[in-house]
């Protein structure tokens, strides 16, 4: 999955640049303190994430992938903020 950067305006939110980069890898952590997005993947699988940088202000943004968000709202740890 890529990020789809019409959905970020093509601009930091931040700072306003039009300086976004962008990158998919797993998800950060997975050592014994687990992962950000720790529950949401299967034994053999790990979540991945795709990542946006703002070049101007460093301001980073993750962005999880489809397979992870279909899981999150029946995941026992995973608490919906009111």
């Not at 950067?5 to 976004?20: D, F, Q, V, Y």
């Not at 029946?74 to 608490?79: G, L, M, P, Q």
Request: with cysteine.
């Amino acid at each position: 999955m890529t990020v789809d950067l019409s959905l970020t305006a093509n601009r930091c939110p931040e700072c306003g640049a039009a300086e976004l980069y962008t990158r998919q890898t797993h998800a950060p952590g997975g050592d014994k303190y687990g992962s950000v997005l720790d529950g949401l993947g299967g034994i053999f699988s790990h979540p991945t994430v795709n990542v946006v940088i703002c070049a101007r202000c460093g301001l980073l943004r993750l962005f999880a992938d489809p397979g992870a968000l279909g899981e999150v709202r029946s995941h026992k740890d995973w608490k919906r903020i009111p």
